[in-house]
């Protein structure tokens, strides 16, 4: 069964203070391992895909990393606008749905 | 461009209720799921829908949960005899195959069963 484990749960920092929110997952065969901004009353938004190890993806101030057994979100210089739950998500060969950790809660303060 | 749609927002229904939740999914995507997500809690899988093919149901966590999708588009969740343990945030996703690419998720639907 695949599993998925975020870590931290929460995380605080003041704004420009660089950080990096982990992903750890277990799965048969990986197809793809995913990342998602959630703000509160909203639907999951689309960050980043990773298909290999080795493999890293960038999009302003965040940048996605993959192992064989984990991933990484760097945030650099974080803002106030970056505070979100983050989800990491993972698909396997063999199917379509995406099983997914619980998320790290991040706040930014100015 | 139109994102994935749902409706209602917010749903409040009474235990034993039945409730049909909606999913208009982006247009020419051939893949709509359906996840809860639950207080405290990660996104649930709950069902699939490629194409014409048959659902993957293998999610659902009960007999009273069913979905259909008519017409390869539009999607409706139906809960039958709510229970309190229901209460959650659905939410629907739809994407261009169901191998590899990324699912665009809607607002979801919020249902709080009394």
């Known amino acids: 069964e695949d599993q998925v484990t975020q870590s931290p749960e929460a995380l605080r920092l003041q704004e420009g203070e660089s950080s990096s929110l982990n992903c750890s997952y277990t799965?048969?065969?990986?197809?793809?391992l995913f990342w998602y901004r959630q703000d509160p009353g909203k639907g999951p938004e689309f960050l980043f895909t990773l298909y290999s190890a080795g493999e890293e993806k960038e999009k302003e101030r965040l940048k996605a990393t993959l192992t064989k057994k984990e991933s990484f979100l760097h945030i650099t210089a974080p803002k106030p606008e970056d505070s979100a739950t983050y989800l990491c998500a993972v698909k396997e060969t063999s199917g379509s749905r995406l099983t997914f950790g619980e998320g790290t809660q991040l706040t930014v303060n100015p | 461009g139109a994102g994935v749609s749902q409706s209602p927002s917010n749903k409040v229904t009474e235990k034993g209720k039945d409730v049909e939740l909606r999913c208009d999914p982006i247009s020419g995507h051939t893949a709509l799921y359906w996840y809860r997500q639950s207080l405290g809690q990660g996104l649930e899988f709950l069902i699939y829908?490629?194409?014409?093919?048959?659902?993957?149901k293998s999610g659902l966590p009960s007999d009273r949960f069913s979905a259909e999708r008519t017409g390869g588009s539009v999607s409706t969740l139906t809960i039958q005899r709510t229970q309190q343990e229901d209460s959650a945030v659905y939410l629907c996703?739809?994407?261009?195959?169901?191998?590899?690419?990324?699912?665009?998720f809607g607002p979801g639907t919020r249902l709080t069963v009394l």
């Open positions: 996703a739809s994407s261009l195959e169901s191998i590899g690419n990324e699912q665009f």
């Open positions: 799965v048969s065969g990986l197809r793809g």
């Open positions: 829908f490629q194409g014409n093919s048959a659902p993957d």
